[in-house]
């Protein structure tokens, strides 16, 4: 049993914390004790996390459907609602008998971490613009997983071109005018670029489809591949109808929390049901 003397030491982490306003103290008191046993260092991430820091970005790690993903300081966290995405993409990389998958967006690459893991012989890619998360990317993804810094797909080499079977990301979905909606943490300590996706949230992700489906060079999906994306519910109908536009058919998945959607998309085949 714990002694008294690390009881009172407990306590008094839990109360600072929930002093700070973090509504789930114990839990993180826990995590932070897990981090260090050295008084120091514990003391100067207590305070960093009273100041406001995510967790994750003090401790380094963020559990992810069984996974410990590494992430640091100004990278963006990956969230919980993100695993509707990353079961969806586990379950269409099994499906297909050489997977080779792309994660647009990818900050830590959580979903290619997770196909990875869970899909043996998966060919995975990250792809982002910001260089502090694909570090972190590297470390998240086996050897020989492919790493590439760039915007949307510019980064990929063009052996690619026509391969990729699954393309997955959690493109910046959020409208501008929401901001005043965001965790204060997320506003101070993770980049803007990672978050909002101009006025109506979708700008980046019209760009991904069209830059994966109708590139000029000739499309990075494969036919008969599939793209997934993360989006707010209310977004869908104006999500559905561009990739309709360019004569694709989308499936729909919810999230449990009646917000979070991820979106199938399929090139160059006609819609089998109406979108809801």
Known sequence: MPAHGEDVATDLLVRRLRAAGCVFAED???????????????????????????LEQVVGWVG?????????????????????LARAAVELARAQPAPVLVEAFAGVAPVAASVADAVPGAQVHACDVD??????????????????????LEGLPAALRGRVTLLVAVPPYV????????PREALDHEPAAALFG?????????????????DR????VVRGGAVLVELGAAQCPAAV????????????????????????VRPGTRPTAAPR
Request: glycine share 12%.
């Open 241 to 264: 109808r561009h990739a309709e536009a360019a004569g694709c058919s989308v499936r729909r998945r919810e999230g449990e929390d009646g917000q979070t959607v991820v979106l199938e």
């Open 131 to 152: 260089p502090r998360a694909l570090a972190h990317a590297r470390r998240n993804l086996p050897p020989g997983a492919g790493v590439h810094e760039g915007p949307l």
């Open 28 to 54: 993180e008191a826990a995590v932070l004790q897990e981090a260090t046993t050295d008084p120091a260092r514990l003391e100067a991430m207590l305070r960093r996390r009273e100041a406001g820091e995510p």
């Open 64 to 84: 992810f459907g069984g996974l410990r993903l590494a992430v640091g300081p100004g990278v963006f966290v990956p969230r919980q609602r993100t695993l509707l």
């Open 217 to 220: 060079a000739g499309p990075w």
């Open 175 to 182: 409208p501008r005018a929401a901001a005043a909606l965001l």
């Open 198 to 214: 101009g006025d109506d949230g979708l700008d980046l992700l019209r760009a991904l489809l069209d830059r994966a489906l109708l």
